[in-house]
C-alpha cells in the first residue's frame, strides 16, 4: 500500500510539472498584450495552435474613444503584430448589411470601426483545422428603437476579413431571414457565422403574433394589395398588455364587445370581450408606420390612421376585411 501511495503521489507531481508552462511560465493574455502593444488595453486571448501560440487583443486609443484589434504571433522574441482592424483609423470598407426589420440585405460601404462599448465575444478560432487562426468579434449596441449586432471575422490563412452588421428592431413584423454574401466561400466559417447568427436573431423561434399575421398578409402592409379577409389567430391569454401597463398605447377604440388598441411602434390588436382573447388586426410594415388614430366612423367601419394622416387603413370588424 506504501508504494502505490508513492506511485500515485510521482503521477500526480508530474502533471502538476506538465501544467507549469501554462499556469507558471506565461502571462495572463492581457498582461501580454500590454507588454506587446502598450497603451490601454481592454481584452486579450490566446490560443496554442500546435508549436505556434497566437494573441488577440482589443486596444483602445484613447479613454472613451473607439477600438482597435489587433492579432498577434508569438516568436523566441516577443510577439509579432500579424493584422489589424481597421489598419487606419476612418477608413472606410465593404460590409454586408441585413436589416430584420424591412426583411433587406446586401453589401453597403461603412466605416471600418470597433465601439468596444457593447462587448459580446473575442475569440481565437481554428475552423479550418489548419494551424492558422480565425479571430473572431462579437459587439451589439442598443437603443429605443432596436439593436445593432456587429460580427467580425478574420481568416489569418486567405487574409480575409468578414464584417456583417445585423439591424434586429424590436417591432420586428418579417419573419427573420438571413443569407450571408455569395462571396463567402469558405464552408468552415460561413457554417459558424450562420449558426452564430441563427442563435442570436430567433431562427427557427415560434413567430410572433404579428410575424404570423405578416406572413398571411403582408402584401397588404407592403401596398401591394386593396383589400383582404383576415383569417386571425386567437390568443389567450392575450400576450399583449393592452392596459398600457407594460406596452405604450397610442390609441384605443371600442365597438360593443370589441375593443381595439395600436400599440406604440407595433400593431393594431383587437381585444374581444371579457375572454382575454386577441388577435392581430394589422401589422404595419415597420415602427414608423405605427397607427397613431382609431377613428370609428360606423359599427362596420373603422378608419386606422397612420402618420397623421398621410394614409388610412380601415378594418371592418363585422366581416374582418382591411382595405385602403
Not at 84 to 110: C, F, H, N, V
Not at 202 to 212: K, N
Not at 252 to 274: C, N
Not at 279 to 305: G, H, K, M
Request: hydrophobic share 40%.
Amino acid at each position: 500500500m506504501k508504494e502505490r501511495a508513492i506511485t500515485d503521489c510521482w503521477i500526480l507531481a508530474l502533471a502538476v510539472l506538465a501544467l507549469l508552462p501554462f499556469s507558471l511560465g506565461q502571462a495572463p493574455p492581457l498582461q501580454e498584450a500590454q507588454k506587446a502593444l502598450g497603451g490601454q488595453v481592454e481584452r486579450a486571448v490566446r490560443k496554442a495552435m500546435g508549436a505556434q501560440v497566437y494573441l488577440a487583443a482589443l486596444t483602445r486609443e484613447k479613454t472613451g474613444g473607439t477600438g482597435r484589434l489587433h492579432l498577434l504571433r508569438k516568436t523566441p522574441t516577443g510577439y509579432v503584430e500579424v493584422f489589424r482592424y481597421p489598419r487606419r483609423m476612418g477608413e472606410e470598407e465593404t460590409s454586408w448589411l441585413i436589416d430584420l426589420g424591412a426583411g433587406k440585405q446586401g453589401k453597403q460601404r461603412t466605416l471600418a470601426f470597433i465601439a468596444l462599448e457593447g462587448l459580446r465575444d473575442l475569440q481565437l478560432l481554428d475552423l479550418n483545422r489548419d494551424g492558422l487562426p480565425e479571430v473572431y468579434l462579437e459587439e451589439v449596441d442598443c437603443g429605443n428603437a432596436g439593436c445593432g449586432h456587429d460580427y467580425l471575422l478574420h481568416d489569418a490563412r486567405s487574409k480575409r476579413t468578414w464584417r456583417v452588421m445585423v439591424w434586429s428592431p424590436f417591432y420586428q413584423p418579417r419573419p427573420p431571414r438571413i443569407a450571408l454574401p455569395q462571396d463567402l466561400k469558405d464552408q468552415a466559417i460561413r457554417h459558424f457565422l450562420e449558426r452564430r447568427l441563427a442563435r442570436q436573431h430567433g431562427m427557427g423561434a415560434p413567430l410572433t403574433p404579428e410575424q404570423e399575421w405578416w406572413t398571411r398578409h403582408g402584401a397588404f402592409s407592403e401596398g401591394k394589395l386593396r383589400r383582404i379577409e383576415l383569417h386571425p389567430r386567437r390568443y389567450t391569454p392575450c400576450p399583449y398588455d393592452l392596459t398600457g401597463r407594460s406596452y405604450s398605447i397610442a390609441a384605443r377604440a371600442k365597438l360593443g364587445s370589441l375593443q381595439l388598441a395600436s400599440v406604440f411602434k407595433g400593431p393594431v390588436v383587437a381585444l374581444e370581450g371579457d375572454r382575454n382573447a386577441c388577435f392581430v388586426v394589422y401589422a404595419p410594415p415597420t415602427a414608423n408606420d405605427w397607427v397613431q388614430e382609431i377613428r370609428v366612423l360606423s359599427p362596420r367601419r373603422v378608419a386606422l390612421v397612420v402618420r397623421e394622416g398621410e394614409e388610412l387603413v380601415y378594418f371592418d370588424p363585422t366581416g374582418l376585411t382591411l382595405s385602403r
